[in-house]
């Protein structure tokens, strides 16, 4: 491409500003580029992370775990570009080493206190975003034109020439020879499960929440008082929970004896809380290895590979499942042989050829490990970590609050102390695990795998286990229910409306619970085609499609934008568009998050190098490659 080029960004968030860093990475003096970014959010942060939130809302990383800067952990083809992880940012502020960062007295109340393990607010961390935009864009080069536009785009048109023409909520059109969409999570329309229950709430004068993000959420029905059924016990229900309690002028207080006590406001409403499992996601782990260092013990390359060059299409349950639960035993054991060796019978040497020659959830294994492991919660079951009340029979509603207090309690001791550093064992298994299933090709799994076992089970069982709530909300979780604003429904909660209000039940809890108002806390699936920004729906209804997967024995849809690995949004026929690009949640490419844990060749860096190689490709600009 000759002369200036023009690139726009649909969004500002996150991942366009990654995204900005790593096509400016390959810029030089000789490069002739205008860029710009459209989003009605602020630059860097966006709609989820920006600064106008309640103060009370944190990130589930700790400030050492989060950095959107690359670095020699990376394995790509732009320019490595280090910077500081959040923590590390932190200690730069407080040594005055950041005077273009201007922190509001909450943030720096915050940031003076605030250690690398500790978990930042997201207002906290919308200054970092800020910050790394400011830095990004003040490393163009001279002919590397940037400008912000607080707008929203409603159209994407593509001439003959090859340019695109994006039209503005404002009015103003842009003429640009690329675009790239970098959108986050979206409202989207209901789906029809949540607009019939919505339609009959209505017509019974009930008060229904629907999914959502919960920092937008319309709590305002919620009434001090009154009885609300909360179903989904993961992060946006923590957030829900936040907000209705220390967002309504509640407060803990650290007794005397440690225990942690809250006192309520009066204006808080009572909170009865259910799920599939009935436990809330695991806490975050805190805990640091003391072993060995992790390694792929089970899903090696050697494994994927076979994988991928079997005969037939990858089942995840039969074929990938097997191997996680296997890569999970061997991280907690390998941790606790090698970390804790004072507590079992043998040596990981000696102990590692049995997690080899047994299956999982193999009985004699139990045994096995039982001879070799004295204290019971030393030992590690995969099987009943995932739905530790799978075989339990409530007595009463009463024998529900002892479990899942007592689940708790045990998860947090589990999770956070040092002497249980095999759950960060575990936890790096996930993570390996979550990187070795990126290796294989997506089109080699079965349908049904690629729409519901991997975005549904898979996903959802890595964040119950990897990302989950930072410890002290769990233990606030505790004191409220103490306090009797809390209360626990039990697992395979249903929920059915009639006039008495809406009903919860679980078929393991004898009675029932019956409350005016319901939120279900989640975030709304997604479905590019249906959702609420007009860009995203024309990116997926007119310049390309859906990825739908059909084979012998499922046919679905992922509700995600079809693109190629390098970012190119898929048109109907299957054939690439040349200078449209799309990276994010809402796209087929396997889901890996915005920002990273430093040193960890994370594959949301790796992404999005490639598509910024790409873009820059397309655009003929100057691609320095070194380290």
Same mark, same amino acid.
């Given at each position: 491409?000759?002369?200036?080029? @023009?690139?726009?960004?649909?969004?500002?968030?996150?991942?366009?500003?990654?995204?900005?860093?790593?096509?400016?990475?390959?810029?030089?003096?000789?490069?002739?580029?205008?860029?710009?970014?459209?989003?009605?959010?602020?630059?860097?942060?966006?709609?989820?992370?920006?600064?106008?939130?309640?103060?009370?809302?944190?990130?589930?990383?700790?400030?050492?775990?989060?950095?959107?800067?690359?670095?020699?952990?990376?394995?790509?083809?732009?320019?490595?570009?280090?910077?500081?992880?959040?923590?590390?940012?932190?200690?730069?502020?407080?040594?005055?080493?950041?005077?273009?960062?201007?922190?509001?007295?909450?943030?720096?109340?915050?940031?003076?206190?605030?250690?690398?393990?500790?978990?930042?607010?997201?207002?906290?961390?919308?200054?970092?975003?800020?910050?790394?935009?400011?830095?990004?864009?003040?490393?163009?080069?001279?002919?590397?034109?940037?400008?912000?536009?607080?707008?929203?785009?409603?159209?994407?048109?593509?001439?003959?020439?090859?340019?695109?023409?994006?039209?503005?909520?404002?009015?103003?059109?842009?003429?640009?020879?690329?675009?790239?969409?970098?959108?986050?999570?979206?409202?989207?329309?209901?789906?029809?499960?949540?607009?019939?229950?919505?339609?009959?709430?209505?017509?019974?004068?009930?008060?229904?929440?629907?999914?959502?993000?919960?920092?937008?959420?319309?709590?305002?029905?919620?009434?001090?008082?009154?009885?609300?059924?909360?179903?989904?016990?993961?992060?946006?229900?923590?957030?829900?929970?936040?907000?209705?309690?220390?967002?309504?002028?509640?407060?803990?207080?650290?007794?005397?004896?440690?225990?942690?006590?809250?006192?309520?406001?009066?204006?808080?409403?009572?909170?009865?809380?259910?799920?599939?499992?009935?436990?809330?996601?695991?806490?975050?782990?805190?805990?640091?290895?003391?072993?060995?260092?992790?390694?792929?013990?089970?899903?090696?390359?050697?494994?994927?590979?076979?994988?991928?060059?079997?005969?037939?299409?990858?089942?995840?349950?039969?074929?990938?499942?097997?191997?996680?639960?296997?890569?999970?035993?061997?991280?907690?054991?390998?941790?606790?042989?090698?970390?804790?060796?004072?507590?079992?019978?043998?040596?990981?040497?000696?102990?590692?050829?049995?997690?080899?020659?047994?299956?999982?959830?193999?009985?004699?294994?139990?045994?096995?490990?039982?001879?070799?492991?004295?204290?019971?919660?030393?030992?590690?079951?995969?099987?009943?970590?995932?739905?530790?009340?799978?075989?339990?029979?409530?007595?009463?509603?009463?024998?529900?609050?002892?479990?899942?207090?007592?689940?708790?309690?045990?998860?947090?001791?589990?999770?956070?102390?040092?002497?249980?550093?095999?759950?960060?064992?575990?936890?790096?298994?996930?993570?390996?695990?979550?990187?070795?299933?990126?290796?294989?090709?997506?089109?080699?799994?079965?349908?049904?795998?690629?729409?519901?076992?991997?975005?549904? @089970?898979?996903?959802?069982?890595?964040?119950?286990?990897?990302?989950?709530?930072?410890?002290?909300?769990?233990?606030?979780?505790?004191?409220?229910?103490?306090?009797?604003?809390?209360?626990?429904?039990?697992?395979?909660?249903?929920?059915?409306?009639?006039? @008495?209000?809406?009903?919860?039940?679980?078929?393991?809890?004898?009675?029932?619970?019956?409350?005016?108002?319901?939120?279900?806390?989640?975030?709304?699936?997604?479905?590019?085609?249906?959702?609420?920004?007009?860009?995203?729906?024309?990116?997926?209804?007119?310049?390309?499609?859906?990825?739908?997967?059909?084979?012998?024995?499922?046919?679905?849809?992922?509700?995600?934008?079809?693109?190629?690995?390098?970012?190119?949004?898929?048109?109907?026929?299957?054939?690439?568009?040349?200078?449209?690009?799309?990276?994010?949640?809402?796209?087929?490419?396997?889901?890996?998050?915005?920002?990273?844990?430093?040193?960890?060749?994370?594959?949301?860096?790796?992404?999005?190098?490639?598509?910024?190689?790409?873009?820059?490709?397309?655009?003929?600009?100057?691609?320095?490659?070194?380290?």
């Amino acid at each position: 491409m000759t002369g200036r080029a @023009r690139l726009l960004f649909v969004g500002a968030g996150p991942r366009a500003i990654m995204l900005l860093e790593r096509v400016l990475a390959r810029a030089d003096a000789s490069t002739l580029l205008d860029i710009d970014l459209v989003d009605p959010h602020p630059p860097g942060a966006g709609r989820i992370w920006r600064h106008a939130q309640s103060p009370l809302l944190k990130l589930n990383s700790m400030a050492r775990d989060v950095t959107v800067f690359t670095d020699d952990s990376c394995t790509i083809d732009g320019p490595v570009r280090p910077g500081p992880s959040l923590s590390e940012w932190l200690e730069l502020w407080r040594a005055g080493e950041l005077a273009d960062v201007d922190l509001d007295e909450l943030s720096t109340a915050e940031a003076r206190a605030l250690g690398p393990e500790g978990f930042p607010t997201r207002r906290l961390h919308s200054h970092y975003l800020d910050w790394f935009f400011r830095r990004t864009r003040a490393s163009a080069p001279e002919g590397v034109r940037i400008r912000l536009h607080v707008d929203t785009v409603t159209s994407v048109r593509s001439g003959d020439d090859g340019r695109h023409t994006v039209s503005l909520e404002s009015g103003r059109a842009i003429q640009a020879d690329a675009v790239a969409y970098c959108l986050g999570h979206t409202e989207r329309d209901p789906d029809p499960a949540t607009a019939e229950l919505a339609a009959a709430a209505a017509r019974e004068g009930l008060v229904y929440v629907g999914p959502a993000f919960t920092a937008d959420a319309d709590l305002a029905g919620l009434a001090p008082g009154a009885d609300v059924l909360v179903r989904g016990m993961g992060l946006a229900a923590v957030d829900l929970v936040v907000l209705l309690t220390q967002g309504r002028g509640g407060r803990f207080d650290r007794a005397a004896d440690g225990v942690l006590r809250y006192l309520p406001s009066g204006r808080e409403p009572r909170l009865h809380l259910g799920s599939r499992r009935g436990v809330p996601y695991r806490s975050k782990v805190t805990s640091r290895l003391q072993g060995t260092v992790p390694q792929r013990e089970v899903l090696t390359p050697d494994v994927i590979a076979a994988l991928v060059d079997g005969g037939r299409p990858i089942d995840f349950d039969r074929d990938v499942w097997p191997l996680i639960a296997a890569e999970l035993l061997h991280g907690h054991y390998r941790e606790l042989f090698t970390g804790h060796p004072d507590r079992v019978a043998t040596t990981w040497d000696e102990f590692r050829p049995v997690l080899r020659d047994h299956a999982w959830d193999e009985p004699a294994l139990r045994d096995a490990i039982a001879a070799v492991v004295p204290d019971p919660l030393d030992r590690f079951d995969v099987a009943a970590f995932d739905r530790p009340f799978a075989d339990v029979e409530f007595a009463d509603a009463d024998d529900v609050q002892r479990r899942v207090r007592a689940h708790i309690v045990d998860d947090l001791e589990m999770r956070t102390t040092q002497e249980r550093s095999p759950a960060q064992g575990v936890f790096m298994a996930a993570l390996l695990s979550f990187m070795a299933l990126s290796e294989i090709p997506k089109e080699r799994f079965t349908a049904r795998s690629r729409a519901h076992t991997l975005p549904v @089970r898979w996903h959802t069982f890595f964040s119950y286990l990897a990302s989950g709530p930072p410890p002290h909300r769990l233990e606030e979780l505790l004191a409220l229910a103490d306090a009797g604003v809390v209360r626990f429904l039990g697992p395979e909660v249903e929920v059915e409306v009639s006039e @008495r209000g809406f009903t919860a039940s679980s078929p393991r809890v004898p009675g029932e619970t019956v409350a005016g108002a319901l939120v279900d806390a989640w975030l709304p699936a997604a479905d590019a085609a249906l959702s609420t920004n007009v860009a995203l729906r024309e990116l997926a209804t007119v310049h390309g499609g859906e990825l739908h997967v059909t084979d012998a024995e499922f046919s679905g849809s992922l509700g995600r934008v079809r693109v190629s690995d390098e970012g190119r949004v898929l048109r109907p026929d299957g054939s690439a568009h040349d200078s449209l690009f799309a990276i994010g949640p809402f796209t087929s490419q396997t889901e890996a998050g915005a920002f990273t844990r430093p040193a960890a060749n994370s594959l949301s860096l790796r992404q999005t190098d490639v598509v910024a190689g790409a873009i820059a490709a397309r655009l003929a600009l100057a691609v320095p490659v070194g380290r």
